[in-house]
């Protein structure tokens, strides 16, 4: 298997721009999350997904953020607009058989740049 | 709540070094427990775990024992090697159907 695919690994984009993260969890899997890590935070958790279903949300920073999962093979985290406070390695991470499954598979990652 | 608390980094050591990196934890109920590492470049992955008190979870030369008497779970290796070189994750889950909860990682540089 592939492992967890992230899109792009590499942003750079202005203030005030819309910016869409991807990911492509395990086959198979049935949980999904995404995090975001920074220096000043570590890693956050912002939201997950079971069988597509947003589970909790709870993370998420404000209403500018939005992440969406139409399938199983399939997620995007939103970003609109965007702020230079956002900027930050945001990591995608899948399992099998939900939280009890304690290993969790963690993408590249995607450095995105605000300025 | 749940939460985890490392010792802040870096840490520099030299080749061969003893290695300590100190985690505790604050939870209800009986969590398991877990260190991650992440390399230069990539995400996070399962270095070792332990999911009860005593235990012992060993990966790779490095080891933690699961100490419930001072709710910690320090992460120790031997002799460490400049490929150790990463950012190191001490995280919690407790029973129930729970996200894992991280510290804020603490970068291991080891230098020949």
């Known amino acids: 298997d592939a492992g967890v695919i992230q899109s792009p690994r590499h942003e750079v984009t202005e203030m005030g721009q819309e910016v869409t993260l991807r990911c492509k969890p395990i086959?198979?899997?049935?949980?999904l999350f995404w995090y975001r890590q920074t220096m000043m935070r570590g890693l956050e958790l912002l939201i997950y997904?079971?069988?597509?279903?947003?589970?909790?949300d709870s993370g998420m920073p404000e209403d500018r953020f939005s992440a969406k999962m139409p399938n199983a093979s399939f997620s995007t985290l939103k970003i609109q607009p965007s702020e230079p406070r956002d900027s930050a390695v945001y990591f995608c991470?899948?399992?099998?058989?939900?939280?009890?499954?304690?290993?969790?598979?963690f993408g590249s990652g995607t450095q995105l740049s605000v300025l | 709540g749940n939460s985890v608390t490392q010792m802040e980094g870096p840490v520099t050591l030299s080749e061969e070094a003893f290695l300590t990196i100190n985690c505790t934890y604050t939870a209800t109920g009986y969590p398991s427990l877990f260190w991650y590492v992440q390399y230069p470049g990539e995400g996070l992955q399962l270095l070792l775990k332990?999911?009860?008190?005593?235990d012992k979870g060993s990966n790779k030369g490095f080891e933690a024992t699961y100490r419930k008497e001072t709710t910690s779970f320090h992460l120790e290796k031997g002799s460490v090697q400049v490929s150790d070189s990463a950012v190191y994750f001490c995280a919690l889950r407790n029973s129930g159907n729970t996200p894992l909860v991280f510290g804020k990682g603490t970068r291991l540089s080891v230098i020949a």
């Open positions: 332990a999911t009860k008190a005593d």
């Open positions: 997904f079971n069988n597509n279903v947003p589970i909790d």
């Open positions: 086959s198979g899997h049935d949980y």
């Open positions: 991470a899948s399992s099998l058989m939900g939280t009890t499954n304690e290993k969790l598979f």
